[in-house]
């Protein structure tokens, strides 16, 4: 019996597993992989993302084409870059809603600067400073006087919206820099059999532009740059893991040590600097600055969306810069999939709302797979 057992044992896991294998060499294999996928915290809005992508490319023949890569980058870009600084707040379970403000006035302070020949680069680096002072601003009245950052952040969104409004007397001007320039070439044409030189005249921005924003990748190459650069620092500096202890238990982290205050108030400096950025950049490319609330209001509120969708928790200590990257892709595949198919301007915010929802139930679905496939591991 006892000689019998482990043969009858033995038989039965070894079938067992070679079926197991079967099924992982096989379709059930691409399930397994699926699950997978599904177990990382961007898991969702990855398979969201590929499925609208998908959709669009089926039903719009110019979705999937270079040009509307070109397109799409404005949409997302910017995007990106305010989701990544603003992880760092909500993985600390606070918000910062100043992200507009400073999207909206950094390139008016730039225009003002340069205006006043102080120059663009140090026009843009001093504009950019202003805003980490804000940002610092924001995270001493969060750490240290204890204020709410919704609170605090709220009333610098209105009090800078309104204090670019008065230096730019709701006037939009020409970016600094930003100017396109006419340069006459010869170029080269072969006009039956013969080759002959003809002048052309060719449109080109400066180097400053090409390098800030007007450059047809250079908003994305700053997006994935910083992406890259905060999520290694988010999974592994001090800054990060600190981070992510501060919103997990503040008061734990206090007690082991962190300087908690000191790590808040960076967070809040480094979201500012980055929608000062963002907003400089944006000034860049559209060649105007516009002194419009409405605009840095919407992108805010959607900038957030998409660090929340990317599986970053408003309740604090989970978060992801790369998620917020894709949920930025995400909603701006969204956009612009809606425009190609002629979709009416006035139900484009709807959709997205729709789309946010949907995004967002699909994370709460696959946050409690997560928890069961770290359970059953």
């Keep these: 019996m006892a000689s019998a057992a482990p043969s009858t044992a033995g038989s039965g896991p070894s079938s067992g597993s070679t079926e197991s294998e079967g099924h992982r060499g096989g379709l059930p294999g691409g399930r397994e992989a699926l699950n997978r996928v599904l177990a990382l915290r961007e898991g ?3 398979v969201v993302t590929i499925i609208v992508a998908v959709y669009f490319s089926a039903n719009t023949s110019s979705f999937f084409t270079g040009s509307n890569f070109k397109t799409l980058l404005p949409y997302f870009a910017p995007l990106a870059i305010l989701g990544a600084g603003e992880v760092f707040v909500l993985i600390l379970g606070e918000v910062d809603l100043s992200i507009g403000a400073m999207y909206m006035f950094a390139p008016i302070v730039f225009y003002k600067l340069d205006t006043a020949g102080l120059g663009l680069v140090p026009s843009v680096i001093i504009s950019l400073l202003i805003c980490m002072v804000v940002g ?18 709220l009333g610098m969104l209105f009090g800078f ?12 001007v020409a970016t600094p820099g930003a100017q396109v320039h006419a340069t006459t070439v010869q170029a080269h044409h072969v006009v039956n059999g013969h080759a002959i030189t003809l002048p052309e005249t060719v449109n ?16 994305l190459i700053w997006a994935v740059v910083i992406v890259v650069i905060l999520q290694v620092v988010l999974m592994f500096s001090r800054w990060g893991l600190y981070t992510v202890a501060i919103g997990s238990n503040k ?9 908690v205050n000191m790590v808040v108030i960076r967070n809040f400096v480094l979201a500012a600097l980055l929608a000062g950025l963002v907003g400089v950049l944006e000034a860049v490319r559209s060649q105007t600055i516009q002194p419009d609330p409405s605009g840095p209001n919407e992108l805010l509120l959607i900038a957030i969306a998409g660090a929340v969708i990317g599986g970053t928790l408003l309740s604090g200590g989970s978060g992801t810069v790369v998620g ?13 999939g809606l425009i190609l198919q002629g ?8 959709y997205t709302g729709l789309a946010i929802v949907v995004a967002m139930t699909a994370n709460v679905y696959v946050g409690r797979v997560r928890r069961g496939h770290t359970g059953s591991g």
């Design 324 to 336: 917020a990257f894709i949920g930025a892709l995400f909603l701006g595949i969204l956009k612009d």
């Design 136 to 153: 610092a601003v924001n995270g001493a009245f969060v750490a240290i006087l204890g204020v709410s950052s919704f609170v605090t952040t």
């Design 161 to 172: 919206e309104g204090l670019s409004l008065i230096l730019s007397h709701g006037t939009p």
């Design 251 to 259: 008061l734990g982290a206090a007690e082991a040590g962190v300087k």
């Design 44 to 46: 969702s809005i990855i």
């Design 204 to 219: 080109h921005v400066g180097t400053f532009a090409n390098i800030f924003g007007a450059g047809v990748y250079s908003e």
């Design 343 to 350: 979709v009416n301007a006035n139900y484009l915010l709807f």
